[in-house]
C-alpha cells in the first residue's frame, strides 16, 4: 500500500515477555517516528529516526525500550521485559525528513499492545 | 518541559452548531500543527501554523495561531456529523523533528 504499515495491529502479551513492533514507512520517507499513545491521551514522541540512525532517542521511557531502522527503511521498536505501564497505542509516522521542521507526518494506525 | 493543554476535553454538540477548541501552552512554538484522529486509525494533518497571528481556513475549519505563538484555537462552523473525532494540537520547535501533541478535543457531533 501507499500509507504506512504497521505490524501487528493488536498484540496480546504477558508481564516480563519481549514484544517487537514493525513499521514500514512510506516510500522514500528517510524521517521515521515511533509515538506512544496512552488511553486519553495524545501521541508520545518516542525516538526519531534520519535514515538508519537514531537522531533522537530521548522519549524512550527506559532502556527496557529500542528501536532499530538497520536499512533506513522498515523500523522495528523493541521492547524487553515487558510492563502493563506498557499498555497503549504505538504509533508510527514518517515524513519526507526536509530540513528546518517536522513538515507532515504520515501515521500508520498503530499496534495496539496489552501487557497482561 | 514543553507543555501543549487543550480545551476542553470532550465537546459533544448538535450538527450546525459552530464550537471551538483551544491549544494553549507557557512555552513558545516555531510552529503548530492539527490533527484529527478518528477510532483505530492514526492522526491525519489538518493544517499547520508557523506565523505569529496567522489564520487559515480549511472549508468550514478556521486555524489561528497566537501572536506569541504559545497557542492556538480551531474553529468549526456549522459543525456536521462527519466532523466528529479527536483533535489533536502538536507543536514544534525550529530545527526540532519531533512534536509536543496536546491530550486532545473529543468531539462528537450529535445529527
Known amino acids: 500500500g501507499a500509507g504506512v504499515s504497521q505490524t501487528p495491529s493488536n498484540k496480546v502479551t504477558e508481564k516480563g515477555k519481549y514484544v517487537e513492533l514493525r513499521c514500514d514507512p512510506i516510500?522514500?520517507?528517510?524521517?521515521l517516528y515511533w509515538y506512544r499513545q496512552s488511553l486519553g491521551q495524545g501521541p508520545e514522541f518516542l525516538i526519531y529516526f534520519q535514515g538508519t540512525g537514531a537522531a533522537d532517542d530521548s522519549g524512550l521511557p527506559n532502556d527496557r525500550f529500542f528501536a532499530v531502522r538497520p536499512e533506513g527503511s522498515v523500523s522495528t521498536l523493541k521492547i524487553q521485559r515487558t510492563e502493563r505501564g506498557d499498555s497503549a497505542v504505538y504509533l508510527c509516522a514518517s515524513s519526507l525528513g526536509l530540513a528546518g521542521g517536522t513538515g507532515e507526518l504520515f501515521f500508520g494506525e498503530g499496534s495496539r499492545l496489552t501487557v497482561l | 518541559t514543553q507543555l501543549l493543554e487543550q480545551s476542553p476535553q470532550f465537546l459533544s454538540i448538535q450538527e450546525g452548531e459552530n464550537l471551538t477548541v483551544y491549544c494553549n501552552s507557557s512555552s513558545v512554538f516555531s510552529s503548530l500543527q492539527w490533527y484529527r484522529q478518528e477510532p483505530g486509525e492514526g492522526p491525519v494533518l489538518l493544517v499547520t501554523v508557523v506565523t505569529g497571528g496567522e489564520v487559515k481556513k480549511l472549508k468550514r475549519l478556521t486555524f489561528q495561531f497566537g501572536d506569541a505563538r504559545k497557542d492556538s484555537s480551531l474553529h468549526i462552523t456549522a459543525a456536521q456529523p462527519g466532523d466528529t473525532g479527536l483533535y489533536l494540537c502538536a507543536g514544534a520547535n525550529q530545527g526540532a523533528q519531533k512534536l509536543v501533541f496536546g491530550q486532545g478535543t473529543r468531539l462528537t457531533i450529535n445529527p
Open positions: 516510500s522514500g520517507h528517510t524521517a
